[in-house]
């Protein structure tokens, strides 16, 4: 097998083209509203802090992916994700077994600075 300079670049960019990190972050972005607000009894925690750190995780992705996707800065990231964070605990208010949750929003906050922490790590390598 011989190497091929050119198949690596056709790699990299259709893996840095914007529109395959967008259709990623509003994949995760209707699954993560989904999970949110599906009747509590659906989801059974691991552990105690499990929801916590599935929110971290949910928010560590939809910036990470926002950052990828749109060329938005990092306060701009921020306040979007915390909003829609805000928006998740508002719907849960109406879901079935679910409740809002401050601590929820915290944790949001935890997973969005994480991810762009990530993308800028990742992104100076």
Do not use: C
Not at 46 to 55: E, I, M
């Amino acid at each position: 097998m011989h190497y091929n300079p050119n198949r690596r670049k056709r790699f990299y960019k259709a893996v840095a083209h914007p529109l395959l990190w967008r259709t990623l972050f509003f994949l995760a972005l209707i699954g993560s509203y989904t999970l949110s607000v599906l009747p509590g009894e659906t989801v059974a925690p691991l552990f105690f802090w499990s929801d916590k750190l599935n929110h971290a995780i949910a928010f560590l992705v939809l910036a990470f992916l926002m950052r990828m996707g749109w060329r938005v800065d990092y306060l701009k990231v921020v306040v979007l994700l915390i909003l829609y964070g805000a928006f998740i605990e508002f719907s849960q208010l109406f879901a079935i077994h679910r409740s809002a949750e401050l601590a929820d929003v915290v944790a949001d906050t935890v997973g969005i600075f994480i991810g762009l922490k990530l993308f800028k790590l990742l992104r100076l390598s």
